[in-house]
């Protein structure tokens, strides 16, 4: 079992900034991706960003270049610095960490951390 708490969401302006944080617990040292993820109302969770235990990251097209996924160490904390907000942006954003054992992939989740942007 794997736990995850977010923090950092809130409002801000259009073109501001908000950093993520997340932090894990439990079974960490199993886990081989942590990332980002957001559901907008009305709409099917998306994914933002996401990063391996070897550092190797991948980003949406829709944040590439302002947004940045990063962590401490190998995986705790994990952060989502988020640059040059749109109110397209707008949404919960979850935690996600992937753990592979025997071949199957076991995710969890946080709760959940809202971020607002507005026009």
């Known amino acids: 079992q794997v736990q995850l708490v977010e923090s950092g969401g809130g409002l801000v302006q259009a073109g501001g900034s908000l950093r993520l944080s997340c932090t894990a617990s439990?079974?960490?040292?199993?886990?081989?991706?942590m990332g980002w993820y957001r559901q907008a109302p009305g709409k099917q969770r998306e994914l933002v960003a996401t990063?391996?235990?070897?550092?190797?990251?991948i980003y949406s097209d829709s944040v590439k270049g302002r947004f940045t996924i990063s962590r401490d160490n190998a995986v705790n904390p994990l952060y989502l610095q988020m640059n040059s907000l749109k109110p397209e942006d707008t949404a919960v954003y979850y935690c996600?960490?992937?753990?592979?054992?025997?071949?199957?992939?076991?995710?969890?989740w946080g709760q959940g951390t809202q971020v607002t942007v507005s026009s």
């Open positions: 996600n960490a992937k753990l592979i054992s025997a071949g199957i992939t076991l995710n969890y």
């Open positions: 990063i391996t235990s070897g550092g190797t990251t």
């Open positions: 439990g079974r960490i040292f199993a886990i081989n991706t």
